[in-house]
T-cell receptor
């Protein structure tokens, strides 16, 4: 089954404690992205990657890091989380033809 | 930053009513997609429109892409409670790999 898998689904952490949210896709897609979703602001792109070792900033990259060492994985790293990073995060992948984006089920992060 | 505005932001209607959701931008899209998102889930693609003036139908849902490729609409005929959810438009712009999402329209259909 074609899918994008994120882990964890829920995470509560404290300010400053480094965390990683994993994302894996099994569709051999070239493009992968991370979004955050906040009420009234919609989905905003954090980082995206067009292929292995190729990453670029989206609209709201501050406070986040990503890596793309393998085609299937695209982890999101928060080196020093802050309360304003409390949000619902989605990972997505797309093929070269840039059509449908497949989304993971989301990670709800709370930073206290 | 490109902006993609959706209206209305919220919509509460009775079962059987018709509704239209709008998605507007000042920029020209190379293609536009509509997604539906249910609570606790990621968005799921409903349709992709590519050609200016294009109309696509998906059962009771009709999607239209503006002639100038700057706007789109989603019309639902005889809405049902199962249509309840968050509807998102997303645009791809020429010469970019980014997919820009609208702010969303939250639809509630009451029996």
């Amino acid at each position: 089954e074609a899918q994008v898998t994120q882990n964890p689904r829920y995470l509560i952490t404290v300010t400053g404690k480094k965390l990683t949210v994993t994302c894996s896709q099994n569709m051999n897609h070239e493009y992968m992205s991370w979004y955050r979703q906040d009420p009234g602001l919609g989905l905003r792109q954090i980082y995206y990657s067009m292929n292995v070792e190729v990453t670029d900033k989206g609209d709201v990259p501050e406070g986040y890091k990503v890596s793309r060492k393998e085609k299937r994985n695209f982890p999101l790293i928060l080196e020093s989380p802050s309360p304003n990073q409390t949000s619902l995060y989605f990972c997505a992948s797309r093929g070269l033809e840039r059509t449908e984006a497949f989304f993971g089920q989301g990670t709800r992060l709370t930073v206290v | 930053t490109q902006l993609l505005e959706q209206s209305p932001q919220f919509l509460s209607i009775q079962e059987g009513e018709n509704l239209t959701v709008y998605c507007n931008s000042s920029s020209v899209f190379s293609s536009l997609q509509w997604y539906r998102q249910e609570p606790g889930e990621g968005p799921v693609l409903l349709v992709t429109v590519v050609t200016g003036g294009e109309v696509k139908k998906l059962k009771r849902l009709t999607f239209q892409f503006g002639d100038a490729r700057k706007d789109s609409s989603l019309h639902i005929t005889a809405a049902q409670p199962g249509d309840t959810g968050l509807y998102l438009c997303a645009g791809s712009y020429y010469n970019t790999d980014k997919l820009i999402f609208g702010t969303g329209t939250r639809l509630q259909v009451f029996p």
